[in-house]
């Protein structure tokens, strides 16, 4: 398995509790973490700050037992808050650079690109990892621009040293192309979270990564 140092987390997983449904999220996240999942993004559209904040604050406990880190998505003032390990962020969210004014190195920052000339942003000097998003469309995430299937992931990986975390189908099909075109990270959200056993399902998949 190659593991990046810098990012030690080959499989990642992002979940919300309307992906697992009907299946209880925390509960798919600790199998999920029993399975081998090295990293958990909480990722809540439809929640407002005070049902968000509630299952940060559950979702923490869970990653703290078991000593994986916690990212939350977007929420940046909760994920401060809760003390979680990072936050994600996307091209039209909060600023990497706003964040790291105001919480310094309290977080990790990961940043999605969506285009090569991403890389050239000031952005980029306050970005700890990167999301490749989406590898392939998904119907998890609609509002999504370009694929940059596997080709567009080694492009990538010739152009930035920065981690990278591939998403957007990634599942037992596709996760040991994009692991072998250089991503360090595999995230997924169905594979795991509709899977009838998120144990098993990242069990396999972790032994995809080699
Ligand atoms: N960002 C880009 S694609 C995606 C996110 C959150 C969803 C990935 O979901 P799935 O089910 O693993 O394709
Ligand atoms: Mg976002």
């Known amino acids: 398995m190659h593991i990046n140092p810098l990012f030690p987390y080959p499989l990642y997983l992002v979940i919300s509790e309307r992906d697992c449904y009907p299946k209880n999220w925390l509960k798919v996240a600790e199998e999920a973490i029993i399975g081998g999942v090295d990293l958990i993004q909480l990722r809540e559209k439809a929640d407002d ?18 000593g994986i880190p916690l990212v939350i998505n977007d929420a940046v003032e909760i994920a401060a808050q809760i003390e979680a390990w990072g936050i994600h962020v996307g091209q ?93 990270s595999i995230a997924v959200v169905s594979a795991i979270c509709q899977s009838a056993d998120p144990r098993q399902a990242s069990a396999q998949l972790k032994a995809l990564l080699k």
């Open 49 to 66: 700050a005070a049902a968000f904040l509630d299952k940060a604050v559950r979702l923490k406990k869970l990653t703290d037992h078991y």
């Open 92 to 184: 039209n969210d909060l600023q990497p650079l706003a964040i790291r004014e105001k919480y310094g190195d309290k977080l990790t920052i990961g940043w999605s690109i969506e285009a090569v000339q991403q890389l050239e942003s000031q952005q980029m000097l306050f970005v700890d990892h990167l999301g490749v998003s989406p590898i392939f469309s998904t119907p998890t995430k609609r509002d999504t621009v370009t694929e940059w299937g596997i080709t567009g992931l080694k492009q990538l990986r010739n152009s930035t040293e920065k981690p990278l975390i591939a998403i957007g189908s990634i599942n037992f099909q596709t996760a040991q192309q994009a692991w072998n075109a250089g991503a360090d």
